[in-house]
């Protein structure tokens, strides 16, 4: 199946800075990827729709000034968190496909989770 | 209202036994596709199985099927013959024909197989 590979796995940071997470589609062109968080022993909450060239689509909810989304080419994601808290420790991971077809499954990276002390 | 509703937050089985993992939805749309996907401790997800709201059999897939029972919105996963490496968290989710990137998941039930 395709390969969809995010990075880092784990990362640790003090309060206040910023932290950027990679989703990258490793043998596939992914117009449309998801970021994902989810806090333990919880359901994955979609934040928000990555498109390639354009602005990002947020979940309710979700703040988009916080949670910046960069998608600068199909087979790449950012996810930036500004001005970590401790209350942003997750989980958090991405995903794409590469169809709109209702059978097409979405293949996940590996996950990120992050600790803010 | 939740689109996909897990009752379940917990289930054991016994080793080779069979165990079926409750999933119910709610859309008004008349095309929608139904996942199930496994995370393990390590976190990753992983695809197991899809059934189309057209389908018109079950789907199967090695030791997983889907009883899916369209006039009660329920897509319920059977496993069987669980082994121990089944022990896991598994998701169910649903994505819609308005909206055919998203998939919305479930809260999950955390499935333990014992020896």
């Known amino acids: 199946g395709a390969v969809v590979s995010q990075h880092p796995s784990r990362v640790i940071c003090k309060s206040g800075t910023s932290v950027k997470i990679e989703c990258r589609s490793l043998d596939f062109q992914a117009t449309t990827m998801f970021w994902y968080r989810q806090f333990p022993k919880k359901s994955l909450m979609l934040m928000a729709t990555?498109?390639?060239?354009?602005?990002?689509?947020?979940e309710q909810g979700v703040e988009k000034d916080k949670f910046l989304i960069n998608h600068a080419s199909l087979t790449l994601s950012t996810l930036t968190v500004t001005s970590a808290h401790p209350e942003d420790s997750s989980f958090y991971i991405c995903?794409?496909?590469?169809?709109?077809?209702?059978?097409?499954?979405?293949?996940f990276g590996q996950g990120t989770r992050l600790t803010v002390v | 209202a939740q689109k996909i509703t897990q009752t379940q937050p917990g289930m054991f089985v016994q080793e080779k036994e069979a165990v079926t993992l409750d999933c119910t939805y709610d859309?008004?749309?008349?095309?929608?596709?139904l996942f199930w996907y496994k995370q393990p401790s390590s976190g990753e997800m992983i695809f197991l199985i899809y059934q189309g709201s057209y389908d018109q059999q079950n789907a199967t897939e090695g030791r997983y099927s889907l009883n899916f029972q369209k006039a009660r919105k329920s897509a319920n996963l059977v496993i069987s013959a669980s082994q121990l490496g089944d022990s896991a968290m598994y998701f169910c989710a649903m994505r819609e024909v308005y909206n055919t990137d998203k998939l919305i998941f479930g809260t999950g039930t955390r499935l333990q197989v014992f020896p």
């Open positions: 990555s498109n390639e060239g354009s602005k990002a689509t947020y």
């Open positions: 859309t008004s749309d008349p095309s929608y596709g």
């Open positions: 995903s794409a496909s590469y169809g709109e077809v209702m059978n097409t499954e979405a293949f």
